[in-house]
């Protein structure tokens, strides 16, 4: 059964409807450790782990905290996984929508078309009485080396298929668009900075807290943008950028252009700050 729309968000009766799907999970928490043994405690019936660090994020480096994957790396993961070209695709996490979100936008960019978010995440799964399994489909790469002898999916990944800013890019952003800032009012005003280098946020850029948009309310996010025409997010490390980017693509707006390097690769290159209000 396919979903009702093609929104990008699904709720989770809609979701154990889709049962074509391939399932993915990616619940993680900002410098916490894996949630591969909360996967392995109980997850979606068929659901994949990915590690989001490992597997849908590049390593650290002069890119940012989480910059974009090696495409060839990314496909060999969602091979793995049994992904094909054309195969719909069903994220989770544990409900923020923080990576799921990300990981959206990540097979998003690579060219897979098909990708939907669970709105509420495991959590909102569980609390809906659907049915959970704790044994690892063949697809799975755990820590522990499990394997099995399901086939490998043969999907090709094609970079680009969503529009990336690097940091010449955004900054030309804020100077003839709205180029915005999703962080926490405190970070943008640069009155506190608890991971990057250096406080405040890039000149010319603007603030909406992403904490404020609600992923089941679309209606909602398309007031907060309403008087924004031409958006572009960023945040601290590409991460939550993606989360507004996936909330204003539900409220039916294209999906906008996303600062993958964000305030990690801003802050750390010597680059012009601004700090306070907006302008």
């Known amino acids: 059964m396919r979903p009702l729309s093609s929104a990008p968000i699904i709720g989770a009766v809609e979701a154990a409807a889709w049962t074509d799907a391939v399932r993915i999970d990616v619940r993680w928490t900002l410098g916490g ?11 979606l019936p068929g659901a ?3 590690d989001f660090d490992r597997d849908v994020c590049g390593p650290p480096g002069p890119g940012g905290r ?3 994957p090696d495409p060839e790396a ?4 969602l091979r793995a996984a049994g992904i094909d070209d054309g195969s719909p695709v069903l994220v989770y996490d544990d409900g923020d929508g923080m990576s799921a979100a990300r990981t959206w936008w990540t097979l998003r960019w690579a060219g897979i078309e098909d990708v939907r978010v669970l709105l509420g995440g495991f959590k909102a799964w569980t609390d809906a009485g659907l049915p959970v399994e704790t044994q690892a489909p063949a697809s799975s790469t755990l820590a522990s080396g499990e394997s099995a002898q399901r086939p490998e999916g043969n999907v090709t990944v094609r970079p680009g298929s969503l529009p990336v800013l690097d940091a010449d890019g955004a900054a030309a952003w ?3 668009h709205d180029l915005v800032d999703v962080r926490a009012p405190e970070r943008y005003r640069g ?3 608890p991971i990057d280098p250096v406080a405040g946020h890039i000149p010319g850029a603007v603030n909406r807290f992403l904490g404020e948009d609600d992923l089941g309310d679309v209606d909602r996010i398309r007031a907060r943008y309403e008087s924004i025409a031409e958006p572009a997010f960023y945040c601290g490390s590409g991460v939550g950028a993606a989360r507004s980017a996936l909330a204003l693509t539900a409220a039916g707006r294209p999906t906008p252009p996303v600062y993958i390097g964000s305030w990690s690769e801003w802050s750390s290159g010597g680059r012009e700050v601004a700090r306070g209000e907006e302008s």
């Open 33 to 43: 450790p894996s949630k591969e043994a909360e996967y392995a405690a109980g997850h």
């Open 48 to 50: 994949v782990w990915l």
């Open 66 to 68: 989480h910059p974009l």
């Open 74 to 77: 990314l496909q060999a993961v």
């Open 174 to 176: 804020a100077a003839e």
């Open 191 to 193: 009155e506190v900075e």
